[in-house]
Antibody, heavy 124, light 107 residues
Framework: QVQLQESGPGVVKPSETLSLTCIVS????????WTWIRQPAGKGLEWIGR???????NFSPSLKTRVSMSVDTSKNHISLKLTSVTAADTGLYYC??????????????????WGQGTMVTVSS | DIQMTQSPSSLSASVGDRVTITCRAS??????LNWYQRKPGKAPELLIY???SLQSGVPSRFSGSGSGTDFILTISSLQPDDFATYYC?????????FGQGTNLEIK
């Protein structure tokens, strides 16, 4: 069974770059999209973006100028970088696997496996 | 972006109660709607996909319905393990946005 574990620095200074890693264990990167989601302090879940093993990406319009993602299939991990961070970027960051699930008459893309999340605080 | 609005934002209920949570999309999303459960310190869990399909391993007391813009998550008989925060998410149009969450508390 695939498991995901996020890791990161914990604290990042304003204007610097946040770098997070998500390690995939119990399986391979496969032919899936891998998604980053965050929960800013006191708010709900926010979809950041996703990446496929072949490099295709989609990002939230509100973050696309600051976000990049990468996949390392040899190390079985996915990375997120967010530049020019501010206090508004403080929150809990999750990675998740997107799976195509057939329901009714549609092929849905749902997040069927998540990590436990890693907390990021932007503070000087 | 498609806006997802959940109601209520918080809910108090007792073990054994039947609970419904509503999610409304700002435009039609067919049945591209997923429900997740989140508990502090744990990985969120997919409950329902494609609006009404039960994810493998999820108890049958959870069910989903709806299409177009209006969706419902129902828990038929609340169990102690169900007190958590629930989120809907649309997977019709990128970015795949979430509702703001419904916090289900013990009465």
């Amino acid at each position: 069974q695939v498991q995901l574990q996020e890791s990161g620095p914990g604290v990042v200074k304003p204007s610097e770059t946040l770098s997070l890693t998500c390690i995939v264990s119990g399986g391979s990167i496969g032919n899936n999209y891998w998604t980053w989601i965050r929960q800013p302090a006191g708010k709900g879940l926010e979809w950041i973006g996703r990446i496929h093993r072949f490099g295709s990406t989609n990002f939230s319009p509100s973050l696309k100028t600051r976000v990049s993602m990468s996949v390392d299939t040899s190390k079985n991990h996915i990375s997120l970088k967010l530049t020019s961070v501010t206090a508004a970027d403080t929150g809990l960051y999750y990675c998740a696997r997107e799976e195509i699930l057939v329901g009714g008459y549609i092929r849905d893309e749902a997040l069927d496996t998540w990590g436990q999340g890693t907390m990021v605080t932007v503070s000087s | 972006d498609i806006q997802m609005t959940q109601s209520p934002s918080s809910l108090s209920a007792s073990v054994g109660d039947r609970v419904t949570i509503t999610c409304r999309a700002s435009q039609s999303i067919s049945t591209y709607l997923n429900w997740y459960q989140r508990k502090p310190g744990k990985a969120p869990e997919l409950l329902i996909y494609a609006a009404s399909s039960l994810q493998s391993g999820v108890p049958s007391r959870f069910s989903g319905s709806g299409s177009g813009t209006d969706f419902i998550l129902t828990i038929s008989s609340l169990q102690p393990d169900d007190f958590a925060t629930y989120y809907c998410q649309q997977s019709h149009t990128l970015p795949y946005t979430f509702g703001q969450g419904t916090n289900l508390e013990i009465k």
